[in-house]
């Protein structure tokens, strides 16, 4: 996340070069947001982090060499990892869960309006996760998970205690920190104590997979 005296920094990775160069502009010409630097392959994105230093990197999904969803969990998996926002033309389901899997904070097509998109970068920045309204009622309405799915996440949840239990549920619903603190009676800083000690604890990456795993469990 961003220090309280500089904008966020932004890395921009897309093997369509006016795509790159359009979201560079758009971005750059918001305050508090600055375009650090942009990559067009999947291969180059670590190089692109260790030289720029991102605090969210805005990822294709469909490039020649490597993916989106490989560059995706190579970036979420190293040491003070950047959040990653998945920006594509392509939303099938075999698309949407792996990128979520493997650590995306947010899912938007590229048709999503400049602002909705520069809200995203912040709200991912933040630690909230973003979706495009129609995946979200799409994982919402996934009845059927895979075979042991649903055993697997209870058991990974029978970990937590009660008041972690109730964070995750919230959390699931797609509410933010202040929501569950409103909701649930806390601080905004006990919250985010919570979600920290339930990554911890069930070796998770941000809050997408914890909401991913709880609709495994049938949770929300």
Do not use: W
Request: aromatic share 2%; glycine share 10%; with cysteine.
């Amino acid at each position: 996340m961003a220090g309280v005296n500089r904008p966020l920094r932004v890395l921009v990775v897309d093997d369509d070069a006016l795509v790159r160069a359009g979201l560079s502009m758009m971005l750059d010409g918001i305050h508090g947001i600055r375009v650090v630097g942009e990559a067009a392959d999947g291969d180059e994105v670590p190089a692109a982090v260790d030289a720029h230093a991102p605090d969210v990197v805005l990822m294709d999904l469909r490039m020649p060499r490597v993916d989106g969803i490989t560059a995706t969990g190579r970036v979420r998996r190293r040491p003070r990892a950047p959040e990653v926002i998945v920006l594509t033309t392509f939303d099938a389901d075999e698309d949407i869960l792996p990128a979520l899997r493997a650590g995306a904070g947010g899912f938007l097509l590229k048709d999503t309006p400049p602002a909705r998109i520069v809200q995203a970068v912040r709200q991912v920045a933040a630690g909230d996760p973003v979706l495009s309204p129609g995946i979200t009622r799409r994982l919402m309405d996934r009845a059927v998970v895979r075979a042991g799915a649903y055993e697997r996440a209870r058991g990974a949840l029978s970990a937590l205690s009660p008041r972690e239990g109730e964070v995750v549920a919230a959390v699931a619903r797609g509410c933010g920190n202040a929501e569950i603190a409103e909701e649930l009676s806390m601080t905004v800083a006990t919250v985010k104590a919570h979600v920290s000690r339930v990554l911890d604890k069930l070796g998770l990456d941000n809050r997408t997979q914890i909401a991913l795993l709880a609709h495994d469990a049938g949770l929300a």
